[in-house]
């Protein structure tokens, strides 16, 4: 079939690439053709982010070669990639704020003329590009007042129309699109299919995948395990491959658990419009509920919502018997709901203090008497605690910012312990931090957290859950798909729930989806 | 952490009253009759009125923002009540406790209102306090066009009186170094000052941290303005009148003194004593410079010079200190291998 086609504009051969305790990518091969869609699909940590930042130049390999257009580097930088016509569209849409849109479109690319800008000739060709793909925007606005779908959208059509890219990589940039914009997606993804250039699809949603791609590469714990053409996958066998073998409830903890206590927290009905609705649960002292669900499920929201940093709109949470609606994370402290932020290091960590700071700052009122702080027993909580989450450093005197990722993030579960609260919400607590500090925060959650407590957690992969958590509540696009209770936890079935088979199932697939 | 270690990261932290130290020695040696006890009064005491609005600025930088109308409230909060008490309402409110009161209270509103801007209107602390200090300067030209003599003596007090009892030492000084003490403890050992500084170091966890951070920057404003109307009583009181130009040209000279007592622009990092050593600096240095009979306008320009050399000591402090902590990483590491 390769034999037909004309010469492929991208070959990665051989790459491998190690990172200290991880092997990210090992042995990858990875092709693809002019005027071709080649999707990429895998778990969390399987290695697509790795593959697409080797690719565009922000990763260099350990070993192995890239060739664009009959040329072969060992490893590129970001700005030679460029230059030879890889572009990408990251997963976080970064835009300049106060600059319209015809110049945010045309950033790094203004023309000009006899040295001034050819404003003229910008705003026609702005204007054009977003009436090619019927995206009703004025070019006049700033990007400020655009949708967070529309800001997505305009980096689309900057990496995809403007760079002229011959080889362009979507990282995930479906996860962010309204129903409206991912029909205008689609639209340019055709477009720069007819004029031959190769694009690199990133999703996690399998539908989406194989309506839109013409191959699929399948990536799993750092190595490729499948590269074929759409018409030979279904959505079982490529949930199969994706998932490997089905992880059925590991009991990496069950035996020594002590049965949950009483019922801690009632929810019912909870929502937030336009981002989750009619979500009901329940959770015991003593017991670690997951949530698991893909990017934009709702999972960090209904956790935001319950601490009060972004209150519900509707719907009732109750705490021990006590109903209660929290405004703001200070309510929420106050009877004792600690929320572990998702993004550890601008809403979870102060980075000019030591980590004893850190790890008191919310419970120094603990420690105090009428407003004074008693800094004799702050300084032992403080030490107990970082003697409990085995911070790697040699002194609480150190500064937090001085720490490992991993580390970083015991610090910040620490600190919500420190406070002793009777519910845990732990979002992500495993992002981004390395095999050994992943086990040793798991252990934490499952050993100290749950002993006293009740924990809810969310997790970019369902590994976590799998491993410690009592019972896994999925979500589809905000809303409650299934609960499984331990006994049966099943990997693919839960994998396929968060990609909404179960759920259309269910309700006899009247879910409109965005793309 | 060994002894040793724990010793040198103190030096460093200190390291404002290591160059006052310095500093002091070398004049001592230098400048004639610079050590004698009436000079070193003398600094002090000169030194009070820059000391209070050095810790107003260097309190609102803690939290992470800046307040460009101290120098104005200064001038404005003792302005606009004595010419009340001795103008407008000399009956009611001639009293001279109430007009204490009543000044310190002004300069509190005042930074209530730049905290309420900032904290819930979402304004530019920068630009809402530029425009405080340009209408309050304007004001005080207008209310104030010739100064208001003699103060009551109560009123002048603090600024200007000696205490027989302490050596004959101006009040001002034992007043300054109290309030020192005052916000030490408070940032040290209280509730709110740890919140307080955990808010500068960064507001997004703090807030999900459960702080109340909004309150928190009000809070910062409200104490910055009472330090000012502070400051504004301690300079009336020195000259014994009020008058339009008071404590004009001296908000930026506070920024001076807080960076050189280590507080970090940024906020979160900074300590009472070392922002009174930053004001002590300035002073001794405006002064050494003065008994060496050097222009009060190259003095100035050798006050910026000092400026400069403060950012580069605590470029030098910052990438020391994580040598430090390096080095001794690696000795743990050598340990546990041997």
Redesign the interface.
């Known amino acids: 079939m390769e034999g037909i086609r004309s010469a492929s504009v991208l070959l990665l051969d051989g790459i491998t690439k190690i990172y200290p305790g991880t092997v990210a990518l090992e042995d990858v091969r990875f092709e693809a053709f002019p005027g071709e869609v080649h999707g990429l699909i895998g778990k969390n940590g399987a290695g697509k982010s790795t593959l697409v930042g080797i690719l565009s130049g922000l990763i260099e390999p350990t070993a192995g070669s890239i060739t664009l257009n009959g040329h072969s580097f060992h490893s590129l930088r970001r700005s030679l990639a460029k230059k030879l016509g890889v572009a990408i569209v990251p997963q976080e849409p970064e835009i300049v704020l106060d600059l319209p849109v015809a110049e945010n479109l045309f950033l790094g690319e203004l023309e000009n003329s006899g040295g001034f800008v050819a404003w003229k000739r910008i705003r026609r060709d702005a204007r054009n590009i977003l009436g090619r793909f019927g995206l009703d925007i004025s070019i006049d606005l700033m990007a400020r007042d655009l949708s967070l779908s529309e800001r997505q959208l305009l980096l689309i059509l900057k990496a995809c129309v403007v760079e002229d890219a011959n080889v362009v990589v979507l990282d995930e940039s479906s996860a962010s699109l309204s129903s409206k914009d991912g029909i205008i997606l689609r639209r340019i993804v055709e477009d720069l299919k007819s004029s031959g250039k190769a694009v690199i699809y990133i999703s996690h949603h399998i539908d989406e995948l194989l309506e839109v791609c013409d191959r699929l590469t399948v990536l799993r714990d750092g190595r490729v395990v499948e590269t074929r053409s759409r018409e030979l996958f279904d959505h079982h066998t490529l949930s199969e491959l994706i998932v490997g073998e089905s992880l059925v409830s590991s009991v990496s903890h069950k035996p020594d658990t002590p049965p949950p206590g009483e019922r801690l927290l009632e929810v019912d009905a909870l929502a937030r419009w336009g981002l989750f609705e009619g979500i009901s649960f329940s959770l015991r002292r003593g017991e670690i509920l997951g949530i698991a669900g893909l990017r934009g499920s709702g999972r960090t929201e209904i956790l935001k919502a319950l601490?009060g940093?972004e209150p519900a709109d509707a719907g009732s949470i109750s705490l021990k018997g006590k109903a209660l609606f929290f405004r703001?994370?200070?309510e929420?402290?106050?009877e004792g709901v600690?929320?572990l932020?998702e993004d550890r290091e601008?809403?979870?960590?102060?980075?000019?203090?030591s980590i004893g700071?850190n790890l008191?700052?919310?419970s120094?009122?603990k420690f105090?008497n009428r407003?004074?702080?008693s800094?004799a027993d702050a300084r032992r909580r403080a030490s107990e605690v970082f003697s409990d989450v085995q911070i790697h450093a040699?002194?609480m005197?150190?500064?937090v910012d001085?720490l490992s990722g991993g580390n970083k993030q015991k610090v910040v579960i620490g600190?919500i312990m420190t406070k002793e609260p009777d519910i845990y919400l732990l979002d992500e607590p495993t992002r981004g931090v390395d095999v050994g500090a992943k086990h040793s925060i798991l252990s934490i959650v499952n050993g100290p957290l749950r002993a006293g407590a009740g924990v809810i957690l969310t997790s970019p992969g369902l590994d976590d859950l799998l491993d410690i958590c009592d019972r896994i509540m999925v979500l589809y696009r905000g809303m409650f798909v299934r609960e499984y209770s331990r006994e049966e936890f099943d990997e693919k079935n839960i994998f396929m729930d968060m990609q909404g088979f179960g759920f259309q199932k269910q309700r006899g697939g009247g879910v409109c989806r965005a793309v | 952490?060994s002894g040793g270690l724990?010793f040198k990261?103190a030096l460093l932290d200190n390291i404002i009253w290591l160059m006052l130290l310095l500093f002091f020695g070398v004049c001592a040696i230098g400048v004639p009759a610079f050590a004698s006890w009436n000079n070193i009064v003398n600094i002090l005491y000169h030194t009070t009125i820059m000391s209070m609005l050095v810790l107003a600025q260097g309190f609102v930088l803690l939290s992470g923002n800046l307040d460009l109308s101290i120098d104005a409230v200064l001038a404005f909060a003792p302005g606009v009540v004595i010419l009340a008490s001795t103008k407008w309402f000399p009956g009611m409110l001639g009293n001279p406790y109430l007009a204490i009161f009543l000044t310190l209270l002004a300069g509190g509103l005042l930074g209530f209102f730049n905290g309420f801007c900032v904290s819930r209107l979402g304004m530019n602390a920068f630009m809402q306090t530029l425009s405080l200090s340009i209408i309050l300067r304007g004001l005080v030209l207008f209310l104030i066009p010739l100064s208001i003599f003699p103060l009551h003596p109560v009123y002048s007090f603090i600024g200007k009186a000696r205490l027989a009892s302490l050596g004959n030492i101006p009040a001002a000084i034992p007043v300054t170094f109290c309030i020192y003490l005052l916000f030490h403890i408070l940032l040290?050992?209280?509730?709110?000052g740890?919140?307080y500084?955990?808010t500068g170091?960064?507001a997004?966890?703090?807030?999900?941290?459960?702080?109340?951070t909004r309150r928190m920057i009000i809070a910062g404003f409200v104490i910055a303005g009472i330090l000012s109307a502070v400051a504004g009583m301690l300079t009336a009181g020195r000259q014994d009148s009020v008058s339009n130009t008071m404590g004009s040209g001296m908000t930026l000279l506070a920024f001076a003194g807080a960076l050189l007592g280590g507080t970090?622009m940024?906020?979160?990092?900074g300590s009472a004593f070392g922002m009174l050593g930053g004001a002590i600096l300035l002073g001794m240095f405006s002064n050494a410079l003065n008994l060496l009979g050097v222009k009060v306008t190259l003095i100035h320009a050798a006050q910026g010079a000092l400026i400069f050399l403060a950012i580069l000591v605590d470029r030098f402090r910052v990438s020391l200190r994580?040598r430090l902590?390096r080095n001794?990483?690696l000795q743990?590491l050598h340990h546990t291998k041997g």
Do not use: C
Request: glycine letters at 10%; aromatic letters at 12%; charged letters at 20%.
């Open positions: 601490s940093i703001s994370p200070s929420a402290l106050r600690a929320y932020p601008s809403e979870g960590l102060v980075k000019v203090f700071d008191l700052l919310n120094i009122s105090s407003g004074f702080v800094w040699f002194s005197e150190q500064n001085e600190r | 952490m724990r990261l040290k050992y209280t509730v709110f740890r919140n500084l955990a170091g960064n997004r966890a703090s807030y999900v941290a459960g702080i109340d970090a940024g906020g979160g990092k994580a902590l001794e990483q743990k």
